[in-house]
C-alpha cells in the first residue's frame, strides 16, 4: 500500500462515506415507518434488500467510470462496497485517487494560492 495517500483527498472515499450515510438515514426512517413492528416488517426488509442492492451497484458503476475516466484506481487490496466501512485508505470504496488526479489536485491547489 502507498504511504502517500492523503485519506481527506480520496474522492472514492469521500463519495462512499457520503452515500453510506444516506442509505443509512433512509433505512431509519423508513424502519421508523412501521412503528409496530420496524425492521422486523417483511415490507421493511424487503426495502432494505432493494435499496441495499440499488445503492451498491450505483457505487460500483460510478466508480468504475471514474476508475475508466482515469481519476481513480483499484486499491491493492480486495475490498467491495457491501462491505462496510474500512480503515484503509479508501475507506471501503475499494478506490484511492490516481497519480493523475492527484497531481491535478495539488495544482489546483497550487495555483488557488498565487
Known sequence: MRDDID?????ARMIYHKIMSNMK????LEEYSYKDRG????????????LMSNTY???RDLFEELFDMGILEETEYDEDV???YQDTPS???????SGR???????EKTAGNT
Open 7 to 11: 485519506r481527506d483527498m480520496q474522492l
Open 101 to 107: 488526479f492527484n497531481a491535478w489536485l495539488k495544482r
Open 25 to 28: 438515514f433512509t433505512l431509519d
Open 91 to 97: 475507506g471501503g470504496a475499494g478506490y484511492v485517487n
Open 39 to 50: 425492521r422486523n416488517d417483511p415490507r421493511y426488509k424487503f426495502f432494505k434488500k432493494q
Open 57 to 59: 451497484d450505483t457505487l
Open 82 to 84: 457491501k462491505d462496510g
